[in-house]
């Protein structure tokens, strides 16, 4: 459908998908208002109608990513019955589908290359990374309640560990050869055996 031809929200939303997925591709700095436009079919002033800023643009994707997150990982978990697979069904929302995009935190490194610079995006990234973390931690003590994780393991601290492992998968893929093909697969298994108790 022509760009002409979309609504006001509709054509919002076309700058915001264009702006997500040219952002987790790429970089920053390296990308451009006008490369957003372009590849979502609107003018740079039809897309300054609908965010002031590169900036306001790039918060309104950390948001829009961690509402996609959030609302996969909600369905994960709704549809496994078996507490101890809650956060492995967490992990496998974002790892096991080889063609999704780990936006979320691709933005993330992303922003920490400049929340030195820009406290704006660095306050906003610290907010929605402790979010992150409250979310998987409040599923880890969810499953020691309901008999799943062992009631002897940290939540608080768990939660950070998965934060990292998914922010390691995201530095390896931009590096390439950081991690060996069975890695990520092997970490996985490591914390879930600790995790429903199954090593010391």
Not at 26 to 54: D, M, N, Q, W
Not at 56 to 78: G, K, M, S
Not at 83 to 88: C, E, K, Q, Y
Not at 120 to 148: F, K, T
Request: net charge negative.
């Amino acid at each position: 459908m022509s760009s002409s031809r979309l609504s006001a929200p509709e054509r919002r939303q076309a700058v915001l998908d264009a702006a997500c997925r040219i952002f987790s591709e790429g970089s920053y700095r390296g990308t451009t208002t006008a490369e957003i436009a372009r590849e979502s079919g609107v003018s740079e002033p039809i897309l300054y109608r609908h965010f002031a800023s590169k900036r306001e643009l790039y918060l309104a994707c950390l948001e829009a990513a961690w509402t996609d997150t959030r609302t996969r990982w909600d369905e994960r978990v709704a549809a496994e019955p078996d507490p101890a697979r809650w956060l492995p069904a967490l992990a496998a929302e974002a790892f096991d589908v080889p063609t999704r995009p780990a936006v979320l935190a691709d933005l993330w490194v992303q922003a920490l290359s400049v929340a030195n610079e820009d406290t704006v995006i660095g306050a906003a990234l610290s907010a929605q990374m402790r979010e992150v973390h409250d979310y998987v931690a409040g599923l880890i003590r969810r499953s020691q309640a309901a008999g799943g994780v062992v009631d002897a393991r940290d939540a608080d601290a768990e939660a950070w560990i998965f934060v990292s492992v998914g922010l390691l998968r995201t530095v390896a893929g931009r590096l390439g050869g950081l991690l060996g093909p069975d890695d990520l697969d092997r970490i996985r298994a490591a914390r879930a055996d600790w995790m429903l108790g199954r090593t010391a």
